[in-house]
C-alpha cells in the first residue's frame, strides 16, 4: 500500500510517502499558507517518487495547519501521530516529549502506539520552539546554532517565563558583556524547565523518547535530561515523527 503523510506544522510543513520499503521525505517552510505548504510537499513527493496521485491509497494529515489542506483524505490528531510514528521507531517508548515550533506534549503511550495519556501547552510560547527562535533572533543568531554554542558549565539562569520578558532579559545580560555561552544555556535551562515541569504533573514512565524540531538542538536535550533525571532517546529524523505516523496511518499500518 502506498501512502502520504503530512504534518503541517506552524514553522515546517513535514512530508514522508512510503511505498513499501521505500520511504521519501520533504521538509518546507510552512509560511503563510498551510494549504500551499501542503500541496507543495505532496507534488514533490510524488515527484521524487516518480508516482501519479492515483496511485495512492491516502493522504492523512496531521498538525496545526491540517484543516486548511481539504484535499486530504482523512485528518488525525498530532497526538495520534506522534505516537504512531515514535512506537515504529521505538516500540518499547512509554512516555514521548514533543517540542515543536508553538507547542510542547508529553504522551504517555501504550503498547501498538495507543495514546493512553497527554498534556499539552499551546497557549503560551515559553517551552516551545518559537520561544528559541525569538532569542535566537535577539542574539544575530540562527535557531540551528543555539546547540553547538551553549556552555552549560557556565549556566546563567533566565528568570522570565515570559518571552517578550526573557527577550529583554537576554539583551540586558549581553549588554553586561556576560558571555554568550551561558545565556545560550541557560535558554535551554527555561525550555528544559518549563517542559519538565509538564512531563513530571502528567508522570514519568521510561523509555523516554523526544522528538519535534526542537529535539534537534542538543543543548535542549541535555537541559531536559538533566530536569528529569533521565536520559532521552532522540530519533535521527526527529521532526518526522508526526508524519511518519501519519504515513504509517495512510497505509493502514
Ligand atoms: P512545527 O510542527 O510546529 O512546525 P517542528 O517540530 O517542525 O514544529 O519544530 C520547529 C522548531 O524546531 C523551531 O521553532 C526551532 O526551534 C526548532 N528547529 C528547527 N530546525 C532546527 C535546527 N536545525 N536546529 C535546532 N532547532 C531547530
Known amino acids: 500500500?502506498?501512502?502520504?503523510g503530512l504534518d503541517i506544522g506552524s514553522v515546517a510543513a513535514k512530508g514522508i510517502l512510503l511505498d513499501g520499503d521505500e520511504e521519501y521525505r520533504v521538509l518546507l517552510p510552512t509560511g503563510w499558507s498551510p494549504r500551499g505548504a501542503g500541496e507543495a510537499i505532496i507534488k514533490e513527493l510524488l515527484?521524487?517518487?516518480?508516482?501519479?496521485?492515483?496511485?495512492?491509497?491516502?493522504?492523512?494529515?496531521?498538525?496545526?495547519?491540517?484543516?486548511?489542506?481539504?484535499?486530504?483524505?482523512?485528518?488525525?490528531?498530532?497526538?495520534?501521530?506522534?505516537?504512531?510514528?515514535?512506537?515504529?521507531?521505538?516500540?518499547?517508548?512509554?512516555?514521548?516529549?514533543?517540542?515543536?515550533?508553538?507547542?510542547?506534549?508529553?504522551?504517555?503511550?501504550?503498547?501498538?502506539?495507543k495514546v493512553l495519556d497527554f498534556a499539552m501547552n499551546d497557549k503560551c510560547a515559553a517551552g516551545t520552539g518559537r520561544f528559541l527562535q525569538v532569542m535566537a533572533t535577539?542574539?544575530?543568531?540562527?535557531?540551528?546554532?543555539?546547540?553547538?554554542?551553549?556552555?552549560a558549565a557556565q549556566t546563567r539562569t533566565i528568570n522570565s517565563m515570559c518571552t517578550v520578558f526573557a527577550e529583554s532579559e537576554i539583551i540586558g545580560l549581553r549588554a553586561q558583556g556576560l558571555p554568550i555561552g551561558g545565556i545560550i544555556a541557560g535558554l535551554h535551562q527555561s525550555v528544559g524547565k518549563r517542559v519538565g515541569a509538564m512531563a513530571r504533573r502528567l508522570g514519568i514512565k521510561e523509555p523516554?523518547?523526544?522528538?519535534?524540531?526542537?529535539?534537534?538542538?542538543?543543548?535542549?536535550?541535555?537541559?531536559?535530561?538533566?530536569?528529569?533525571?533521565?536520559?532521552?532517546?532522540?530519533?535521527?529524523?526527529?521532526?518526522?515523527?508526526?508524519?511518519?505516523?501519519?504515513?504509517?496511518?495512510?497505509?493502514?499500518?
Open 208 to 253: 523516554i523518547a523526544f522528538t519535534g524540531g526542537v529535539a534537534i538542538n542538543a543543548g535542549v536535550k541535555r537541559a531536559l535530561e538533566e530536569e528529569i533525571g533521565c536520559s532521552l532517546l532522540v530519533p535521527a529524523d526527529c521532526q518526522f515523527t508526526g508524519a511518519l505516523g501519519a504515513a504509517l496511518l495512510a497505509c493502514n499500518r
Open 1 to 4: 500500500m502506498i501512502g502520504i
Open 47 to 113: 515527484d521524487l517518487s516518480s508516482l501519479q496521485r492515483t496511485d495512492l491509497h491516502q493522504i492523512v494529515v496531521t498538525g496545526y495547519g491540517r484543516v486548511a489542506l481539504s484535499s486530504a483524505d482523512q485528518t488525525v490528531t498530532e497526538i495520534k501521530c506522534h505516537a504512531r510514528g515514535v512506537s515504529e521507531l521505538y516500540p518499547e517508548v512509554r512516555t514521548i516529549v514533543d517540542i515543536g515550533g508553538q507547542d510542547s506534549k508529553v504522551i504517555h503511550v501504550g503498547t501498538n502506539g
Open 138 to 151: 535577539a542574539m544575530g543568531m540562527d535557531v540551528s546554532e543555539l546547540g553547538q554554542n551553549e556552555d
